[in-house]
């Protein structure tokens, strides 16, 4: 039962409320909300082999979200650009491993969302302070034959989703504690992005908003 269930006192639903979004994408509100206590002390457990970090982009500024990863390989920015690596530059490690019940997990979300068979070999994980954004940008440095799987928690964040070109029209999706955003095929390379993280306090996570993304790299 969602959270979301538990509080209304409606019936147990075995396939969750789809929004779609687009022709393969769709958001599954509250789906990832009896994940959050584990996910977030796995995120934990991942911040203290490989810290968030705020990565430097080619253009030379600073990224207002911070970042880690786990799983076969991460994705890192710096002056030089955009790139998956095997190992976290920052700590001359490999990345954390990819806890085996998030892969099932995230499997089973994409495959509500009309995607059979995924299997995520990495999780970008993103936290955001108050102020923190992602500008307009396409998921295009991995495999694009597989979805992207999206979860969030804590604060509320305002998802912007355009279309295949920078300059389409772009759609404000808020995203609360528990909602997946899964997007692949057609809508695999839509921009996206967050709007600036409003100030606020989660009880779960506080000023925080945390976001994982699912994917698959080699
Ligand atoms: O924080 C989010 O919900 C989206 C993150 C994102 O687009 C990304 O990491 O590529
Ligand atoms: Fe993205």
Known sequence: MTQ???????????????????????VLRGHAAMQATDMLAGIKQI??????????TAGGGMMSVAMTCCGAAGWCSDARGHRYETHDPMTG????????????WATDAARLAGYDGFAPDTCLINGYRPGARMGLHQDDDERTDAPVVSVS??????????????????????????????????????????????????????????????????
């Open 153 to 218: 928690f804590g604060l509320p964040a305002m998802f912007q989703w355009g279309g295949l070109q920078r300059t389409d029209p772009v759609r404000r999706i808020p995203l609360l504690h528990g909602d997946v955003v899964v997007w692949g095929g057609l809508s695999r390379l839509v921009f996206h992005g967050i709007a600036a993280l409003r100030a606020g306090q989660h009880p779960v996570t506080g000023p925080c908003r945390y976001n994982l993304t699912f994917r698959r790299v080699w």
């Open 47 to 56: 911040a203290r082999l490989s810290p968030f970090r705020r990565m430097t």
């Open 93 to 104: 490690q490999s990345w954390p491993a990819l806890p085996t019940a998030w892969r099932a």
């Open 4 to 26: 979301r269930e538990f509080m209304l006192d409606l019936p147990l639903s075995p396939v969750p409320k789809h929004e779609v979004l687009d022709t393969g994408a769709a």
